[in-house]
């Protein structure tokens, strides 16, 4: 498989709003399975992690607009990206995770150093900018 460099724009989508490995796991397994509702004991069997770690995920991706709730009485989600820009996002990184998972994955992990964050800073929009 061919690695990809990460272009700059997925790196600061990666950074801004992926929190973890298991997040981006299950945003990418939604977008695959775009059919299907999924409740947090469904996709904590899938990607072998807690309920609550699964109900995290899916509460967060509902916040971040990437996920809808299907149904409120089950909570039961799906991938529903608020915006085509984010949808596109959310493509072009399954794209780069599939022939980068690494350097992705350790991306993730990145973000709680230094670089990491000063890269993301220095795209934050500023008033004063």
């Known amino acids: 498989m061919n690695r990809e460099e990460i272009p700059d724009e997925v790196k600061r989508f990666i950074l801004i709003s992926i929190p973890s490995v298991p997040y981006l796991e299950a945003i990418l397994l939604l977008r695959r399975e775009r059919d299907r509702g999924w409740t947090a004991g469904?996709?904590?069997?899938?990607?072998?992690?807690?309920?609550?770690?699964?109900?995290?995920?899916?509460?967060?991706?509902?916040?971040?607009?990437i996920a809808?709730?299907?149904?409120?009485?089950?909570?039961?989600?799906?991938?529903?990206?608020?915006?085509?820009?984010?949808?596109?996002?959310?493509?072009?990184?399954?794209?780069?995770?599939?022939?980068?998972?690494?350097?992705?994955?350790?991306?993730?992990?990145?973000?709680?150093s230094k670089s990491a964050q000063q890269f993301a800073d220095a795209f934050i929009w500023r008033k004063d900018g």
């Not at 608020?82 to 399954?94: V, Y």
């Open 42 to 65: 469904e996709l904590a069997q899938r990607l072998y992690v807690s309920a609550k770690v699964a109900a995290e995920v899916l509460s967060g991706s509902a916040a971040a607009g």
């Open 68 to 112: 809808a709730i299907e149904d409120t009485s089950a909570l039961v989600y799906r991938y529903q990206p608020a915006s085509a820009g984010l949808e596109q996002m959310i493509d072009r990184l399954a794209a780069i995770y599939a022939k980068n998972l690494i350097d992705v994955t350790n991306l993730i992990h990145s973000k709680t």
